[in-house]
């Protein structure tokens, strides 16, 4: 390992920038004689559009336009889409509603954009839209997505009777059944995965801008994935052709997911400057995005674990009611099918499981892919039931999970996946000796003598990352392939520039990326760019989501930096006058075997362009790769976390007093960047079980609409983290890397609830588990008595 | 306001990063605006749109506002620093922003600015020793997403010791 290769834990090299106020985020462009957008949103959960006056708006001062969703369909401006088919148990495709982007006739939820002003400056465009007259017919609306399915409900869109989207299942129910008849203890849960809103810091911003010269777009966009958002856009929004559509995605402030989707708001950009022939600037206000951006999870489940009299699980089976909003985003479909049900195996052998999952419309903002993406939710249903089950059977649940651990790999669950490789036994100990898990019987009484409540929790969660093999996830229902690309330009004086088609939003890539290079080519991480998030730059690639970009982004890295190698020896052979087999390169130095001749990196760099030495022989001048890499397997990560909680019976708050992370991900590049992000994803994972959740009243009105109403961790809600690692090298890919930025957010929701209804002594409690939550449900099941 | 009436403007002089600055702005112009939109200080950024996030704390006066919280016409006189100007162009870094990159108390970057001139003000108003809980409950007023925080309090604790000795703490009040 040299001492910035893979494994050291380097400094990021995009800090820089962002200590000093350097950062280039989309709402830091700026564009010659730009207009601004300010959209006008439905305030009703449901309604019919019966007119739209757009008159008194019109002659406002600074106003360029007034568009709406008429002029959209005129203009043949394709709807959105969602790009992951599913079908029904009976055969049936999913019932995918039309949804335009600017709604047309009718509105779907609240926030829904109705009609867009373009104005000189942001202020005249908010003015103005204040003056749009909007002539609504309220019609009854559904939040709950329960209630949505029942007879009666209101409809939401012709396609889908009874508003319901697919009626799903994966899994033998038959074998299920007769599993648990044989069962010896049955576990029950009704779990509710309660609805999120990302919020990323930095909101949502698009500028499009259209050049008649040329007939070309170009839109900035605050987006994870810009080439898809350019496929989309091209192919099914009609927009542009691709070779006439340019996005580009410059630093992007925090994602989780929500900036993977391809929005309405960067689809009337782009229309809308062609029409005002001047670029046209959006960006979201808080309250806004709340309102526009895709929210997280919302399952309604009811799941049961069977057990045998040793113990061991024989059978799971879960009902799921997904709430996707309404209409479907991008990736939608797939979140409470191929990314929930495939993990309801977690680290246990479990012989049989059944899963169903209905996904249905509601009259609120559409859901999608928030960090984990269903992964936590099923995380979430298999580790309460573990940890309900043990406590049940009377059995310590971490020898009730020791007991049931996959022990042999590769090993084929019942829902499809094959996990490669892990070592659970080796992280659940790890995890147990840092917690001091058997002082925790003192800690519990110490606890209760100042008059806390003191309770224990674990999660041994798994997640499927390293999205993923391209054949694999196309018979699963998906629009596109999952590979990643990567080009590396040596340039000619022996500095690198990788090209990749992931994209950063806080990962550390340009160090990570560049990591890699620095290890193979034995050059200095300061000599390599990482280019990415320009579709200009970038000839393709799929984006960063589903911890994809370490395991499939790095290994197509590595398969281009092999290439360049292997040219880089036949130039060396001219250079040192050797035969090309006796070539070594070690240490950023070509060698000839058996002789002191070499030659340095940068020699044989310049060498490839100046090309003397080979002119007008088989060898092109140049030395440039590029390699297309298709994972062979999803990746597995997997992990032990134990949480714990001090509640006070009186006024219901729970305090997280101590959290311990042991994690498997495989290969490590970068030790200080995995903490971190495993730091993050446990902080948003807190977040979903103590404070956060998206409230929708009867009428469909989001009521927690701001951050003085959503409740996101602050940095008194967490205790500092003990975060430690085991690896088990990943087969997969070519560098034994599994991935880490969800890991937090799929393990933490489940370790907090286990140790708080430990702590209380009753499972009947929701997320979030906010004072007024916990106390009730002490209230409700009796006073407990501390310790 | 009617229909095709301008928005009423005013002047504005105030000093920004040592810099004298003067400019005509609308009434309503939120401090944070004028940073960015009229003098490009895109450093200070805007998260939210309730006071809650942080990510637009700069210094008026030696002290930590949000300035998405306050009119630019409020300012009339006052002394502003914003992340541009903790350190000179060229010069060292300022000791809280080495300690945020040498401590990984950075993801995205998009709250960075607005943690970092919180943590300066902090160190003025509560020394260089500073307890985790201190730290914590001090950043009751800066939302970060990515890092669990964890990384930040490791920061500003290493960056108020750092702090010591280098006037850096009252720089902005002098």
Redesign the interface.
């Known amino acids: 390992m040299s001492g910035t290769g893979i494994g050291a834990a380097v400094r990021r090299k995009e800090d820089q920038r962002f200590i000093t106020g350097k950062g280039h985020y989309t709402d830091d462009v700026n564009r010659p004689g730009q207009a601004y957008a300010y959209f006008v949103r439905s305030p009703h959960a449901h309604a019919a559009i019966k007119s739209i006056d757009v008159k008194a708006a019109a002659v406002m001062s600074g106003v360029l336009a007034v568009l709406t969703g008429a002029e959209l369909a005129k203009d043949k401006i394709g709807n959105l889409i969602c790009g992951w088919m599913i079908h029904s148990k009976d055969g049936s495709p999913m019932k995918m509603a039309a949804h335009p982007a600017l709604a047309n006739g009718k509105a779907c939820h609240v926030g829904d954009p109705i009609a867009v002003v373009i104005a000189a400056t942001p202020a005249q465009a908010r003015d103005a839209a204040e003056k749009v007259k909007v002539d609504y017919g309220v019609l009854p609306a559904v939040a709950d997505p329960v209630a949505a399915q029942k007879p009666g409900a209101p409809q939401i869109h012709d396609v889908a009777p009874g508003n319901t989207i697919y009626q799903w299942s994966l899994g033998d129910a038959k074998a299920v059944d007769a599993a648990f008849k044989s069962a010896k203890h049955v576990t029950k849960l009704d779990i509710v995965n309660n609805r999120l809103v990302p919020n990323a810091i930095e909101p949502r911003a698009a500028i499009g801008e259209y050049d008649s010269g040329t007939g070309t777009f170009t839109l900035w966009n605050t987006t994870q994935n810009p080439h898809v958002a350019r496929l989309v856009i091209a192919a099914f929004v009609g927009m542009a052709p691709e070779h006439k559509l340019r996005v580009i995605a410059p630093d992007v402030g925090g994602g989780f997911g929500s900036k993977i989707f391809i929005y309405p708001e960067e689809v009337v950009a782009l229309w809308a400057a062609k029409k005002v022939g001047q670029p046209v600037k959006w960006v979201a206000e808080r309250s806004e995005a709340f309102l526009a951006d895709a929210h997280g999870r919302d399952h309604v489940t009811h799941a049961e674990m069977a057990f045998d009299g040793e113990g061991k699980i024989v059978a799971l089976r879960a009902k799921t009611v997904a709430n996707l909003g309404a209409y479907m985003s991008t990736f939608s479909s797939s979140v409470p099918t191929y990314l929930y049900a495939t993990l309801l195996s977690g680290q246990y052998e479990i012989p049989q499981i059944y899963c169903e999952v209905d996904a249905v419309y509601t009259n609120t903002v559409p859901v999608d892919a928030y960090r984990g993406a269903g992964r936590p939710e099923a995380t979430f249903v298999v580790e309460r039931l573990v940890e309900v089950g043990a406590r049940e059977m009377g059995q310590d649940p971490a020898e009730l999970r020791r007991k049931n651990f996959i022990k042999q790999f590769p090993h084929q669950t019942p829902v499809i996946m094959t996990y490669d490789a892990g070592d659970y036994n080796a992280s659940l100990k790890k995890a147990l000796e840092l917690a001091d898990y058997k002082g925790f019987a003192k800690r519990k009484r110490d606890a209760a003598r100042h008059g806390k409540l003191r309770g224990i929790g674990f999660s041994t969660y798994i997640e499927a990352c390293g999205i993923a093999p391209s054949q694999a996830v196309g018979s699963l229902g998906a629009g596109v392939g999952l590979w990643e690309s990567a080009e590396v330009r040596v340039n000619p004086t022996g500095s690198v520039e990788i090209l990749t088609g992931c994209h950063a939003h806080g990962q550390g890539h340009e160090t990570t990326f560049a990591q890699l290079v620095s290890e193979r080519l034995g050059i200095p991480i300061d000599n390599v760019a990482v280019l990415h998030g320009d579709t200009e730059v970038v000839q393709f690639g799929m984006g960063t989501y589903g911890s994809r970009s370490g395991a499939v982004g790095m290994s197509a890295l590595s398969k281009a930096l092999d290439k360049v190698v292997a040219k880089a020896k036949k130039v060396a052979a001219h250079v040192l006058e050797a035969a090309e087999a006796d070539i070594e390169f070690k240490d950023g130095k070509f060698g000839v075997a058996g002789t002191d001749k070499s030659a340095a990196w940068g020699d044989v760099a310049l060498n490839a362009y100046i090309a003397h030495k080979f002119s007008g022989q088989e060898l092109e001048p140049g030395l440039k790769e590029t390699s297309f890499y298709d994972p062979t397997n999803f990746t597995f990560p997997a992990g032990c976390h134990i949480c714990e909680v001090e509640v006070d019976s009186e006024t219901g708050a729970a305090e997280i007093v101590a959290w311990t992370a042991v994690d498997d991900f495989g290969v490590v590049v970068n030790p200080m960047i995995v903490e971190g992000q495993v730091h993050g994803g446990i902080a948003q994972g807190v977040g979903q079980a103590l404070c956060e959740g998206a409230v929708y009243d009867k009428a469909g009105q989001l009521v927690t609409g701001s951050f003085m109403d959503y409740c996101m961790p602050r940095a008194d809600h967490l205790p500092p983290l003990k975060v430690d690692m085991t690896v088990t090298r990943c087969p997969s890919n070519p560098l034994g890397i599994k991935g880490c930025g969800e890991a937090g957010a799929i393990a933490a929701p489940a370790a907090v609830i286990n140790a708080i209804t430990d702590a209380i002594g009753t499972e009947n409690l929701a997320m979030p588990a906010t004072p007024a939550t916990v106390w009730a449900a002490i209230r409700k099941s009796g006073l407990p008595r501390a310790a | 306001?009617a229909?095709?009436?301008?928005?009423a403007t005013a002047t504005v002089s105030l000093t920004v990063n040592g810099k004298p600055v003067s400019a005509a702005v609308?009434t309503?112009t939120l401090l944070v605006q004028l940073l960015?939109e009229e003098l490009?200080?895109?450093?200070?950024?805007?998260?939210?749109?309730?006071s809650?996030?942080g990510?637009c704390v700069v210094h008026v006066n030696g002290r930590a506002i949000k300035s998405c919280t306050v009119l630019a016409l409020q300012l009339e006189g006052a002394d502003v620093l914003?992340?541009?100007g903790?350190?000179a162009p060229d010069g060292p870094?300022h000791p809280m922003?080495?300690a945020?990159?040498?401590n990984?108390g950075?993801?995205?970057?998009?709250?960075?600015?607005g943690m970092?001139m919180t943590a300066v003000d902090l160190v003025r108003r509560k020394g260089h020793e500073l307890d985790?809980?201190t730290?914590?409950?001090e950043?009751?007023g800066?939302?970060?997403?990515?890092?669990?925080?964890?990384?930040?309090?490791k920061a500003i604790a290493a960056g108020a010791r750092a702090m010591r000795g280098t006037g850096a703490a009252s720089k902005a009040a002098e």
């Open positions: 306001m229909a095709n009436t301008p928005a609308d309503r960015r490009r200080l895109t450093g200070t950024h805007v998260g939210c749109d309730t809650q996030c990510a914003t992340i541009e903790l350190a870094l922003q080495e945020f990159r040498e990984h950075l993801q995205c970057g998009y709250c960075t600015p970092i985790d809980r730290i914590r409950e950043l009751e800066n939302i970060c997403r990515c890092t669990g925080y964890h990384n930040i309090v």
